[in-house]
């Protein structure tokens, strides 16, 4: 329970009273978890995470700093997000390609890495061993059955690109010269060989 929590830097997440938090797990500082969830052990949470309600976070997943996760997400081992992850409320991973009951998989489990700053919207599949660019964004039930590109906005089942997104959330309107403007932000991105950058 929340007092066998390896806590870094001696500070203390807030870990609510109903929230599980299993030996070994790691919260970083700044942490929240919120009701009815649970951490098991040997998972690593990193700094000003916030963990909602009704979460399960399986042993050896990674979540960098500032990941926000909605409530009734399952995030199952194999999963590695980096900093400032959103995943939206109910989104599902998934770790073995072909399940079956009577067959054990353990140690098989795929990889899936999502990049940082990338946004899975509200009931959106993820398909294990694809991994999301960095500042991707994949709409609200989506099917992800492919690799996504950085900076790329995914919707539909299976996911289909339909643009691009900025680092602010906002759509890329790039011009023939391959330049865009986020409207909200005013950087500037670069469009080049399907690759998007940051000026
Ligand atoms: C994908 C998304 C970013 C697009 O937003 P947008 O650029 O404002 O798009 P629009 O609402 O103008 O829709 C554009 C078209 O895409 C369709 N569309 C929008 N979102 C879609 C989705 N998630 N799946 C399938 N189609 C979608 C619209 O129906 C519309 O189709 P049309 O041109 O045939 O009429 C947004 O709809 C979305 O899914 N956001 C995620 C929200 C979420 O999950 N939040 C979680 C925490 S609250």
Excluded at 137 to 143: C, H, N, S, T, Y
Excluded at 182 to 199: A, H, M, R
Aim: aromatic residues 8%; proline residues 2%.
């Amino acid at each position: 329970m929340n007092n066998t929590i390896k806590t870094k830097e001696n500070e203390s997440p807030f870990v609510h009273e109903t929230a599980f938090v299993d030996e070994g797990a790691s919260i970083g500082v700044g942490t929240k978890i919120w009701h009815f969830s649970h951490i098991m052990s040997e998972a690593e949470i990193g700094e000003r995470c916030n963990i909602g309600q009704n979460v399960m976070i399986s042993s050896h997943v990674v979540l960098g700093k500032n990941v926000k996760v909605q409530n009734n997400v399952s995030i199952y081992t194999g999963v590695i997000c980096e900093d400032d992850v959103f995943l939206g409320p109910s989104c599902v991973f998934t770790n073995v390609t072909n399940p079956r009951s009577a067959i054990n998989r353990r140690g098989q489990y795929a990889k899936t890495y999502v990049g940082q700053g990338a946004t899975i919207g509200a009931n959106a599949t993820i398909v294990c061993g694809h991994d999301i660019g960095r500042y991707a964004f994949i709409g609200a039930g989506a099917v992800v059955t492919k690799t996504v590109n950085d900076y790329a906005l995914m919707i539909g089942n299976p996911a289909r690109q339909i643009g691009w997104m900025s680092e602010y959330g906002c759509r890329l309107d790039f011009d023939q010269s391959g330049t865009a403007v986020c409207e909200e932000s005013l950087e500037v991105y670069k469009l080049n060989n399907y690759k998007v950058t940051k000026s």
